[in-house]
């Protein structure tokens, strides 16, 4: 298994802000839910990398 393993699996995703000042990525998938809490500069290198990896798609798409 890697990221470039496909699969077949609905997810749902929610970003925000927690009442105690983190930032929660919440993600449910066949009723298992996963949140992840994160400092706001945690999220920020996060938010890093995911713009990062849109570059290297585009790229990849030519």
Request: glycine share 8%; hydrophobic share 45%.
């Amino acid at each position: 298994m890697g990221i470039n393993t496909e699969r077949d699996i609905e997810a749902n995703l929610q970003i925000g802000p927690t009442d105690h000042g983190m930032v929660r990525l919440f993600i449910e998938a066949n009723g298992v839910e996963i949140p992840m809490d994160f400092e706001p500069e945690e999220a920020e290198e996060i938010a890093e990398e995911i713009l990062a990896a849109v570059a290297a798609a585009r790229d990849l798409k030519g």
